[in-house]
């Protein structure tokens, strides 16, 4: 199975911040990734697949980034609605797997 | 508009047998892979099966395998998780998700509201 770990675990930051999430992979992906932003009570909302497209809808200051193990998810000017937990998810293997999250919170 | 409701969620006893449903509306239900993914409180999220457009192909986490059962019914544009023998670590939300066409990859663009199951004598 592929491992996916997140790091940070939680992060906390100011409204107009720059975040930055890392995703690594316990083997190559090339570039089948997905990030999702979920908030508490929610389902998950898809944010950027294939490790650097932005899904329609979704705010441009989210952006992707990586291929092979190691990923990244950058919010700029963070807003107060982003403040959720972030998952990567390795698409390509099954068992599909996700990384641990990360927790945004209010500084 | 795409829409993807699940149901049949609840609490069952430890051993005991339930039946999720996820209906869905506003797209062609019988193109699209689907997916099972679940969540135990406070924890993270942790993908359970994905089944292919005419369901001759299913795929499990080695968790489940051999106890749940994703099953579909393109006339009736529903999802199904048959869960057998549950656990206690069974308990969780569980989301029905549709997997994006246009990609082999599995990612997942719409995503059912939630559904607790609870497994507790």
């Given at each position: 199975?592929?491992?996916?770990?997140?790091?940070?675990?939680?992060?906390?930051?100011?409204?107009?911040?720059?975040?930055?999430?890392?995703?690594?992979?316990?083997?190559?992906?090339?570039?089948?990734?997905?990030?999702?932003q979920q908030k508490p009570g929610k389902a998950p909302k898809l944010l950027i697949y294939a490790a650097s497209s932005l899904q329609s809808g979704v705010p441009s200051r989210f952006?992707?980034?990586?291929?092979?193990?190691?990923?990244?998810l950058t919010i700029s000017?963070?807003?107060?609605?982003?403040?959720?937990?972030?998952?990567?998810?390795?698409?390509?293997?099954?068992?599909?797997?996700?990384?641990?999250?990360?927790?945004?919170?209010i500084k | 508009e795409v829409q993807l409701v699940e149901s049949g969620g609840g609490v069952v006893q430890p051993g005991g047998s339930l039946r999720l449903s996820c209906a869905a509306s506003g797209f062609t239900f019988s193109s699209y892979w689907m997916t099972w993914v679940r969540q135990a409180p406070g924890k993270g999220l942790e993908w359970v099966a994905n089944i292919k457009?005419?369901?001759?192909?299913?795929?499990y986490v080695d968790s489940v395998k051999g106890r749940f059962t994703i099953s579909r019914d393109n006339a009736k544009n529903s999802l199904y998780l048959q869960m057998n023998s549950v656990r206690a670590e069974?308990?969780?939300?569980?989301?029905c998700g549709r997997r994006i066409l246009w990609f082999g990859e599995n990612y997942f663009d719409y995503w059912g509201q939630g559904n607790l199951v609870t497994v507790s004598s």
């Open positions: 199975d592929i491992q996916m770990t997140q790091s940070p675990s939680s992060v906390s930051a100011s409204v107009g911040d720059t975040v930055t999430i890392t995703c690594r992979a316990s083997q190559g992906i090339s570039d089948y990734l997905a990030w999702y952006s992707g980034s990586g291929s092979g193990t190691d990923f990244t000017s963070l807003q107060p609605e982003d403040f959720a937990t972030y998952y990567c998810q390795q698409a390509t293997s099954f068992p599909l797997t996700f990384g641990g999250g990360t927790k945004v919170q | 457009p005419d369901g001759s192909e299913k795929y069974d308990t969780a939300v569980f989301y």
